[in-house]
């Protein structure tokens, strides 16, 4: 066997892909957020096990024989958050963040909880004019802001900063895990909502394609927020906020590579996954297959 035969019947894991360097079509930053957090946690440990995760998830799809070996991401590290607020957070990770965007065909955040999803909308577009965002989330976080800024309220934050409701799709709401003023806020704005209930009778991809039809119509640009606690709880149970009833990790992986293959998408984000609450690194190994299926899907650009 030469050396080059060796080489080939290496594994080769998706770990191995965030090497490249700044000129990569592909970036990844770190954004540990752990403050204002509705329900207290450790989300800030979650980019570094995320990281950790990917070691364990090969490059290879054996169902559809696509390899990502040729695939490569830039990994820009971790936004220093320790101990502050959505508020003073915005500023850095909207900075670091941007200079991504602007560089890369396909930024990825990883958070932190929810609240890093508003400077990351803002991060594609300040003025908010051309943006479109698309949610995968139980909730609607549409808390209200005057008491300040929380995971379960960047929605809602992004509507006073001037992101048109009509931009806005959310995919999974969850029955009996929101509040009836939020699904009104929703309506009246004029926010696309789909609720797990039609996700389960229609398919995940097929309300996503309804999505990506009404935003893509609208905006330039599109920003993907892949809240975990979406998926059925007892299959992520690394996700505090998670419900019984919610997606199957199967439609999660089917969502991530329709939003990878879709040329509008140019950055999203993967949110409230707590370590803390993680049994036997199930959600964990969620997280890292949910990047592999979002790199199999832009590779079909």
Request: hydrophobic share 40%; charged share 20%.
């Amino acid at each position: 066997m030469t050396s080059g035969d060796r080489a080939e019947k290496q594994w080769h894991s998706l770990a191995g892909l965030l090497s490249a360097g700044p000129d990569a079509p592909i970036a990844l930053l770190g954004a540990p957020m752990a403050g204002g957090a509705v329900t207290p946690g450790e989300c800030d440990r979650a980019p570094t096990v995320f990281r950790s995760a990917l070691k364990r998830i090969s490059t290879y799809d054996v169902e559809t024989g696509q390899e990502l070996q040729g695939l490569s991401a830039h990994d820009a590290g971790d936004v220093a958050l320790k101990d502050l607020s959505p508020e003073t957070s915005f500023a850095p990770i909207a900075g670091a963040f941007s200079a991504l965007t602007d560089r890369h065909e396909l930024s990825i955040l990883i958070g932190g909880n929810n609240a890093v999803t508003r400077p990351g909308v803002h991060s594609v577009d300040p003025r908010l004019k051309n943006v479109g965002l698309i949610t995968l989330d139980a909730h609607f976080d549409l808390r209200d802001t005057s008491a300040g800024l929380l995971n379960g309220n960047p929605v809602q934050a992004l509507l006073d900063d001037g992101l048109p409701g009509a931009h806005i799709a959310q995919i999974g709401i969850a029955p009996f895990a929101n509040a009836a003023y939020m699904h009104e806020t929703a309506k009246a704005e004029g926010i696309s909502v789909y609720t797990m209930g039609e996700c389960h009778s229609r398919g995940v991809e097929a309300v996503l394609a309804d999505a990506f039809e009404t935003i893509a119509a609208r905006c330039d640009r599109i920003y993907v927020d892949f809240d975990i606690d979406v998926i059925e709880r007892g299959l992520a149970p690394g996700a505090p906020g998670a419900r019984p009833g919610g997606m199957t990790t199967t439609d999660f992986f089917h969502a991530a590579r329709a939003v990878g293959a879709h040329s509008k998408v140019c950055a999203v984000d993967l949110t409230e996954f707590d370590p803390a609450c993680d049994v036997s690194d199930i959600t964990a190994l969620v997280a890292g297959r949910w990047f592999g299926e979002l790199l199999a899907g832009f590779q079909t650009r």
